[in-house]
């Protein structure tokens, strides 16, 4: 069983027997706990930290755990905050394009399902593909570096900058590369530094529902560019970059999520050509080059290593190869905007720890990391093919247009008739299919959130990265199965 699952099982078990004990009653000792639940120490320990977030356990060191005491009425005084709703509608009313804040196409990825439920929604490595060890290893090696806690340069330690311009290529020096902390804080400033509240920015369509939370968020206005197997449509780019004026194109050149495209060759050019003359900045979000498939030939450089007129503002991260804690990536640039940049990310965060900057050097230069790699390579075609036999045997109406040589997910088509916003021919569509699924045990994510305007049909993503294996990703599609029978009578 997952740590975590063990961990919310034990919280479920504990706050129903709390009122066995009186306010102020101690319960059993950790060790009790373990012996009569057969589970680990430190499932105990995280389980009792969560009853004390929620208020119903105190903890005292070295006297054990006790059951709070209710809090004495009126000890905390119940306000009115109406006032908020004026106070956060009122800020935007004099904005071309008001802020909306919304996280929920973001959260599906970050959500822990509950226990039981097979995580095809999820966004990073399962515990058991990360390389736990080497990085345990890298941070302990790092904290007796001389200096680890030290005020890093604010543009990131000079040797792990070195590392990231080298990855990229194409002449790009440290000088041109700042650290960030991770994938998304390099896109929020990125897209802050080049795009004002109010302007439109072409986008990929469909695109990562992050990034188009960033944009809103920021006051600005996602205009969608279509894409196929073979990337981003030149064509329809330079029709919208001259339509909208927009002055950024935010893509995944490599292995495109939802999709799983990659740039062509052949369109590789083009758009840099097509962004270069409407005089505008191509975001190039570089996010799953690690996480190469095992049968994928070799790779396109990134997009700013052909790119010497400053273009390309290149945004990469080692947190999708890793952990979702080791949050550490890097924006690179040349020529002025550099300085913008720099300057947007010291004002939003001073700098990032130097002691997660330098166990990441620590991590990359060990010869861990090569080998770690190559079995993540591995593992991920494995669950790949796992995922697609499934799906052609149990579910061969969902149509599947790509299959991609890298990444962790598949973008299926629900059949005509399934309405993209929920709504279908007869009962069903994307929303229901997607809570059908749920109740079966099996958690996947919409299609909609990586929409920036109505989508063309009704879609699902699923991510073979979360799950500890083969066998899991094939119950996952039976269930996933069931659903479908059960929600969806078109299909």
């Given at each position: 069983?997952?740590?975590?699952?063990?961990?919310?099982?034990?919280?479920?078990?504990?706050?129903?027997?709390?009122?066995?004990?009186s306010?102020?009653?101690?319960l059993?000792?950790?060790?009790a706990?373990?012996?009569r639940?057969?589970?680990?120490?430190v499932?105990?320990s995280?389980a009792?930290a969560?009853l004390?977030?929620?208020?119903?356990?105190?903890?005292?060191?070295?006297?054990?755990?006790?059951?709070?005491?209710?809090?004495e009425?009126?000890?905390?005084a119940?306000?009115?905050?109406s006032?908020q709703?004026v106070?956060?509608?009122?800020?935007?009313t004099?904005?071309p394009?008001p802020?909306t804040?919304?996280?929920?196409?973001?959260l599906?990825?970050l959500a822990?399902?509950p226990?039981g439920?097979?995580?095809?929604?999820?966004?990073?490595?399962?515990?058991a593909?990360?390389?736990?060890?080497?990085?345990?290893?890298?941070?302990?090696?790092?904290?007796?570096?001389?200096?680890?806690?030290a005020?890093?340069?604010?543009?990131?330690?000079?040797?792990l900058?070195?590392?990231?311009a080298?990855s990229?290529g194409?002449?790009?020096?440290?000088a041109?590369?700042?650290?960030?902390?991770g994938?998304?804080?390099?896109?929020?400033?990125?897209?802050?530094?080049?795009?004002?509240?109010?302007?439109?920015?072409?986008v990929?369509?469909?695109?990562y529902p992050?990034?188009?939370?960033?944009a809103?968020?920021?006051?600005?206005?996602?205009?969608?560019?279509?894409?196929?197997?073979?990337?981003?449509?030149?064509?329809?780019l330079?029709?919208?970059?001259?339509?909208?004026?927009?002055?950024?194109?935010?893509?995944q050149?490599?292995?495109?999520?939802?999709t799983?495209?990659?740039l062509?060759?052949?369109?590789?050019?083009?758009?840099?050509r097509i962004?270069r003359?409407?005089g505008?900045?191509?975001?190039?979000?570089?996010f799953?080059?690690?996480?190469?498939?095992e049968d994928?030939?070799?790779?396109?450089?990134?997009?700013?290593?052909d790119?010497p007129?400053?273009?390309?503002?290149h945004?990469?991260?080692?947190?999708?190869a890793?952990?979702?804690?080791?949050?550490?990536?890097?924006l690179?640039?040349?020529?002025?905007?550099?300085e913008?940049?720099?300057?947007?990310?010291?004002?939003?965060?001073f700098f990032v720890?130097?002691?997660l900057?330098?166990?990441?050097?620590?991590?990359?230069?060990?010869?861990a990391w090569?080998?770690?790699?190559?079995a993540?390579?591995?593992?991920?075609?494995?669950?790949?093919?796992?995922?697609?036999s499934?799906?052609?045997?149990?579910?061969?109406?969902?149509?599947?247009p790509h299959?991609p040589?890298?990444?962790?997910?598949l973008?299926?088509?629900?059949?005509?008739?399934?309405g993209?916003?929920?709504?279908?021919?007869g009962?069903?569509g994307e929303?229901?299919?997607?809570?059908?699924?749920l109740?079966a045990?099996?958690?996947?994510t919409?299609?909609?959130?990586?929409f920036?305007?109505?989508?063309?049909?009704?879609h699902?993503?699923?991510?073979f990265?979360?799950?500890s294996?083969a066998?899991?990703?094939?119950?996952?599609?039976?269930?996933?199965?069931?659903?479908?029978n059960g929600?969806?009578?078109?299909l």
């Open positions: 069983m997952q740590e975590r699952s063990s961990v919310a099982e034990l919280v479920e078990q504990l706050r129903k027997e709390l009122d066995r004990y306010p102020g009653g101690k059993p000792s950790s060790r706990l373990v012996e639940f057969r589970v680990s120490p499932t105990v995280r009792l969560l004390a977030a929620e208020g119903l356990v105190v903890t005292r060191p070295g006297a054990g755990a006790f059951r709070a005491r209710p809090r009425s009126g000890a905390a119940v306000g009115d905050t006032w709703e106070a956060l509608s009122a800020d935007g004099a904005e394009t802020r804040v919304d996280a929920s196409g973001v599906v990825s822990s399902p226990p439920v097979i995580e095809f929604n999820g966004g990073y490595l399962h515990p593909l990360q390389p736990e060890q080497a990085m345990g290893a890298a941070l302990s090696r790092a904290g007796r570096r001389p200096g680890v806690w005020r890093p340069p604010v543009e990131g330690v000079t040797e900058r070195e590392w990231f080298r990229i194409g002449g790009i020096t440290a041109e590369v700042i650290v960030a902390a994938g998304q804080s390099a896109l929020t400033t990125a897209l802050r530094a080049l795009a004002s509240p109010g302007a439109p920015v072409l990929e369509s469909p695109t992050g990034m188009l939370a960033i809103r968020a920021a006051g600005l206005r996602p205009v969608p560019v279509p894409v196929d197997p073979d990337g981003v449509r030149p064509a329809l330079a029709d919208a970059f001259r339509a909208s004026g927009a002055r950024v194109f935010v893509c050149p490599l292995f495109q999520n939802p799983g495209a990659a062509s060759v052949e369109r590789r050019g083009e758009v840099l962004a003359e409407a505008a900045f191509v975001i190039e979000d570089d799953v080059r690690r996480l190469v498939h994928a030939g070799p790779l396109p450089p990134p997009l700013a290593a790119d007129d400053g273009v390309v503002v945004v990469s991260s080692l947190t999708k890793t952990s979702p804690s080791f949050r550490v990536g890097a690179a640039a040349r020529g002025p905007v550099l913008r940049l720099r300057a947007i990310q010291v004002v939003d965060t720890p130097r002691p900057q330098e166990a990441a050097l620590e991590l990359v230069g060990s010869p090569p080998r770690h790699l190559r993540v390579s591995r593992e991920l075609k494995i669950r790949r093919d796992a995922m697609t499934a799906l052609r045997l149990h579910l061969p109406e969902l149509a599947l299959i040589s890298g990444g962790y997910h973008w299926l088509r629900l059949p005509d008739g399934t993209g916003t929920g709504r279908a021919v009962s069903g929303s229901a299919l997607v809570a059908a699924a109740r045990g099996v958690a996947v919409p299609g909609r959130p990586y920036s305007a109505e989508p063309p049909a009704a699902l993503r699923l991510s990265a979360g799950v294996g066998g899991e990703i094939v119950e996952g599609v039976r269930r996933l199965r069931a659903a479908v929600s969806t009578a078109g």
